[in-house]
């Protein structure tokens, strides 16, 4: 499956964007997927994560109550909606697919370009 992340940009801190990753193929509804981060100087960590049927989420504990992860699976699409950003949220984020059941959170298979979000203070 191929990736496409976008939505990205630079944000004043309380702000929103919502980010969205559209994947390609018919297979696209089978995999779980996940929004990852890398800020510079640290390793990738994973934001949030969604199950093949989007009945299951998972949200990294910085983000809780702020990130919404959602999946339009007829519209091959996940969204990552971002509220209440903060400048320790910039980061260059990027989407990925997995093929395994449940939400994984590292190891995944197929991945997107990167996009990247600023906030400002």
């Known amino acids: 499956v191929q990736l496409q992340a976008s939505g990205g940009g630079l944000v004043q801190a309380g702000g929103s964007l919502r980010l969205s990753c559209a994947g390609s193929g018919r297979t696209f509804s089978t995999y779980a997927m996940g929004w990852f981060r890398q800020a510079p100087g640290k390793e990738r960590d994973v934001v949030a994560a969604?199950?093949?049927?989007?009945?299951?989420?998972y949200y990294a504990d910085s983000v809780k109550g702020r990130f919404t992860i959602s999946r339009d699976n007829a519209k091959n699409t996940v969204y990552l909606q971002m509220n209440s950003l903060k400048p320790e949220d910039t980061a260059v984020y990027y989407c990925?697919?997995?093929?395994?059941?449940?939400?994984?959170?590292?190891?995944?298979?197929?991945w997107g370009q990167g996009t990247q979000v600023t906030v400002s203070s």
């Open positions: 990925a697919a997995d093929g395994r059941r449940g939400i994984p959170l590292k190891g995944y298979d197929y």
């Open positions: 969604i199950s093949w049927s989007g009945t299951s989420t």
